[in-house]
């Protein structure tokens, strides 16, 4: 049973435009949600998090939204760049559990 | 150093062999953590150590694996008499106390043939 799950498993945007990846949640309980990119042969990177008691965290040109009514949360990447090109994995973390639950991760390409 | 450091990067061993996976965390977290990730799927959680302990062992998918943790600082996940199904990417992750963003190493890409 899939607590995260992405959906899409891969979008194709242009240069300059805007990326949004999706994910969705099942657990209630979750209450700190993260999103990682991932590149060939190298381990995760975090990028941005968001805790439950908010709706919106902005980084730069990263911005992840949290609807907790939907169980949605989606990552916007504004403008999009090439180098922005990996795979992005939505994790999510229950309260008083410190393991991590990932989704199957999408495949972002970004054409210059 | 500056990250999370998994050695070795690749193992290849034969169906029924022992593997030593180790991972050094990055100098001052006290948590560390396994998942691994299986083909086209997300990252699987396996254990988590906090200090030596590992309080939470609940992702250890049969009794064939096991992991310790040594002066807080490094671990090993042994898996024995492997299996094809345990071919995966062996991911370590690490975190201060309470943290909420774990970072990363590279993985070790285990192949049993």
């Known amino acids: 049973d899939q607590q995260v799950k992405q959906n899409s498993p891969s979008l194709s945007v242009q240069e300059g435009r805007i990326s949004i990846l999706n994910c969705d949640y099942t657990n209630s309980m979750f209450d700190y949600f993260l999103w990682y990119k991932k590149y060939p042969a190298e381990g995760p990177t975090f990028l941005i998090s968001?805790?439950?008691?908010?709706d919106k965290n902005e980084d730069g040109r990263f911005t992840v939204f949290l609807n907790k009514s939907a169980k949605h949360l989606s990552l916007h990447i504004v403008p999009s760049q090439p180098g922005d090109s990996a795979v992005y994995f939505c994790?999510?973390?229950?309260?008083?559990?410190?393991?991590?639950?990932f989704g199957k991760g999408m495949k972002l390409t970004v054409n210059p | 150093g500056a990250g999370v450091s998994q050695s070795p990067s690749n193992k290849v061993t034969e169906k029924g062999k022992d593997v030593e996976l180790r991972c050094d965390p990055i100098s001052g977290h006290t948590a560390l953590y396994w998942y691994r990730q299986s083909l086209g799927q997300g990252l699987e959680f396996l254990i988590y150590?906090?200090?030596?302990?590992?309080?939470?062992k609940s992702g250890l998918p049969s009794d064939r694996f096991s992991a310790e943790r040594t002066g807080g600082s490094v671990s090993t996940l042994t898996i024995q008499r492997t299996q094809q199904e345990d071919s995966a990417v062996y991911l370590c992750a690490s975190s201060f106390k309470g943290g909420n963003i774990q970072y990363f190493g590279a993985g070790t890409r285990l192949s049993v043939l």
């Open positions: 968001i805790s439950s008691i908010k």
């Open positions: 150590f906090q200090g030596n302990s590992a309080p939470d």
């Open positions: 994790a999510a973390r229950q309260g008083g559990s410190e393991k991590l639950v």
